[in-house]
């Protein structure tokens, strides 16, 4: 299983090209029709103040992991314990890993490729 993570805002600009869109936890892809689950999560930019001591920057954490360091977070910042972290909020899409005998058409390789024409 591969996971990418995907910012709020580059989905809120897939949603308002109506080229993919956030739907009961899933990110649904306009071109090509197909889907994949979403967990919330943030990507952590860099420590405010404190230590990091969790060794949280330039890491994806989900808002599960996050519950379980005792984390809280406020929109673009997260708190764990004495130190403050600016972050990313997003999401994580699980999508299948390549296999030989994958088409080369497949939903993954889709996904990908919207992925990397947004980002390029």
Known sequence: MTKLFLSQAQLEEWALADKADLREGRL??????????????????????????????????TE???ARLGAEQMADSILVGDSAYEVVPGYVAEVGAPSPERKPNSETDLLAAFILDKMG
Do not use: C, I, N, Y
């Open 28 to 61: 649904v892809v306009a071109e090509g029709g197909g889907d994949w689950p979403l967990t919330p999560a943030v990507h952590v930019l860099q420590l405010v103040s404190g230590e990091d001591t969790h060794q949280l920057v330039s890491r994806v954490k």
């Open 64 to 66: 599960e992991q996050l």
